[in-house]
């Protein structure tokens, strides 16, 4: 089915190791994203990109790493896991990047427990 | 820097009773606004936006830009409403800036 998924939907991995978290979507949205999910938070942007080898930072960056080689794949990399870094991570994908439509399109989100 | 304000963490209501879930923002340009559901077990998904002026699943939200408000509104929640809500405001054409969220809960 066509659509947007995330790998994997759990991981537990302890604190300095690498995690990379998969994203794939099947429509050629021009946009992704990545944001994180936390109670008292809310969903803060991580990282985005426009277009393939097109990234930028979001409002949350730090100690994240993306790359975007091919337009459908948009991996999030946590390079040296933290605790802090414990929380829900929704990988999105939009044609128009949110503008005047706002549509995005979520996966089903990957939690992800820093140990 | 533009901001989006959810100020009820919690809202709990009966069945049957209105509903207004508000949101406040903070933008220096033209807002364009939207709100977001997440259902339990479900993926977030776009409820409605300002710019449609429309109503979906007997929700509506008004833009008021004096007020810098985009409260939601029901005039009778029902229990599927119950579900996380989220405003959010988009921006520079790339990005949305969400708020903290609302969880409304309807009583039976």
């Known amino acids: 089915d066509a659509g947007i998924t995330q790998s994997p939907r759990y991981k537990i991995t302890e604190t300095g190791r690498q995690v990379t978290l998969m994203c794939h979507q099947t429509?050629?949205?021009?946009?992704m994203f990545w944001y994180r999910q936390d109670l008292g938070h809310g969903l803060r942007l991580i990282y985005y990109s426009a277009a393939a080898d097109i990234t930028d930072k979001g409002e949350v960056p730090d100690g994240y790493v993306v790359s975007r080689s091919k337009t459908e794949n948009f991996p999030l990399t946590l390079e040296s896991a933290t605790r802090s870094q414990t929380s829900v991570y929704f990988c999105?994908?939009?044609?128009?990047?949110?503008?005047?439509?706002?549509?995005?399109?979520f996966g089903e989100g990957s939690r992800l427990t820093v140990l | 820097a533009q901001r989006v304000t959810q100020p009820e963490k919690l809202l709990s209501v009966f069945k049957g009773a209105p509903v207004e879930l508000k949101c406040n923002y903070s933008y220096s340009g033209s807002p364009e606004l939207f709100w977001y559901v997440q259902y339990s077990r479900q993926r977030l998904q776009l409820l409605l936006r300002?710019?449609s002026r429309e109503s979906i699943k007997g929700f509506t939200a008004d833009l008021n830009k004096g007020e810098t408000s985009f409260h939601l509104k029901k005039p009778f929640a029902q229990e599927e409403d119950s579900a996380m809500y989220y405003c959010a405001l988009s921006w520079g054409y790339s990005t949305l800036t969400f708020g903290k969220g609302t969880m409304l809960l309807v009583s039976p």
């Open positions: 300002h710019i």
């Open positions: 999105a994908s939009s044609e128009d990047g949110g503008g005047s439509t706002g549509e995005l399109f």
């Open positions: 429509w050629s949205h021009s946009y």
